[in-house]
């Protein structure tokens, strides 16, 4: 801490003082919001127009903003959904704890040890045991802490799914416990030391060190209340307990967590309570991403092209970008050509006018996707070849099963380039084939969560983005490519 009261007064070219010391000592707030003066980025997740609509006089002068145009006018996913909260977005402070403030004394053990701990805690009796749990229920967001000892809870609905997290309702339930602990000790109970189970690691490692997290206003009312615990000699510690363990205090925790969201979807909030509702940026940056996700799979069925794309992919998701990831330039290029079958080849040429007949050179039928690719009796070899080169893949005569597979893709690519049935691939640069990674970095850099609706890395090819040469072959232009920041 001294460093850090030097460090501000050497910036004031000035020294430390007895005075300014006591006044470190006694406001350590005030520092954390010196501290704070150096922050970067905005302090609002969300700028106010958003969450109450200027008045028409204010917009006549300005007009909207853009995310208010977004938001107002277009009925954007940043509006809050209706009837369902009056409240304010949230802001976050750069700290909320100052860095030379000591950690409160929190316990996070293996999860057999936590179990054995917690019991030898409730077997001595020595301590005052408090649940915390935070819960999503029925698209509402509850939170509680009970104690058993006392049957004494405190519930309460902080917000619907699309305003909070159950991350938050968690941290606002280790809240709610450290209030009521500050009670006891006020009310002269202060026969024993206090423990607070709760069963989410984040929001307790969160507190260790706390961050600019969403839900951080939680965060910054817990650290306030242990600060007071500390200066009033109160024994407190927060232990890790896992859930559904059958711990009766855990699972009471749980069902009053529950009951609190409950409420919220009877819709038995008192509306006064509304107006505490904090809205969350980590719930809009969901409710961001959901509408992406809806927009995109709106276009998908609206389009009307690329009917062979819709038949290898029926509905768009993560994971039809998956297929993509990794693969080099000439690679992906041929597997585009193939799979949106906007190809140099016989059949695609003379439907679009570029060629008198679409008939292979065997004779036998149009020169097709499926037909070089399953048929054509010319390139036999070098099928038998692509065959060999899949692994964990079953021969299929299924065109859509095969050009699905990811497995498959490089054979497939590699096919083609052998052979030197498309002018653009006669002369090849092997840096272009393949994929860019050897197999392992590509499993450590594949996102870990597949339900994560995210619009993932990669490249998205429409028949759109295809266009002819006159020189009779296709080239492409990858474009839409999202890379997640
Ligand atoms: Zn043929």
Redesign the pocket.
Known sequence: MRRYRILILNGHRSYLTVDFNHTCTENNIILIYILSYFRTGPAFAIPDGLANRRTDDELKLGGYTPMEAHAWKKGGCLLAPPGTLAGRWESRLAYVQAPWHEPPKIMIDKREKAISVHNDIIRKNEHIAIYTDGSGYQGYIGTSMVIPAFGKQRTECIGTEGTSTVYAAEACGIKFALETTLQIADQNIQTKKLVIFSDSQAALRTLMNPRMVSGQTYIHDCIDSLRKCIDEDIDVTLRWIPGHEDIPGNEAADRAAKRAALIGARRQIVPGDMDNWTILAAAAKRRIRQSTKDAWEKQWDKQKAGKPTKKLVPQPSKRTLQYWTFLRKATSSILIQLRTERIGLAHYLWRINRREQPY??????G?SVR??LM?????ENERGLMWSRIKGFRRTTDLQALLREKKAAIAIAQFIIDTRMLDQFREVDPEAVGTYESAETAAQLEPANDKDTDVGTCTNAHADDIFMRDTGYVDLKRTGAVRRT
């Open positions: 292979c050179a065997c004779g036998l039928s020169q037909h070089i048929e054509c009796p010319l390139y």
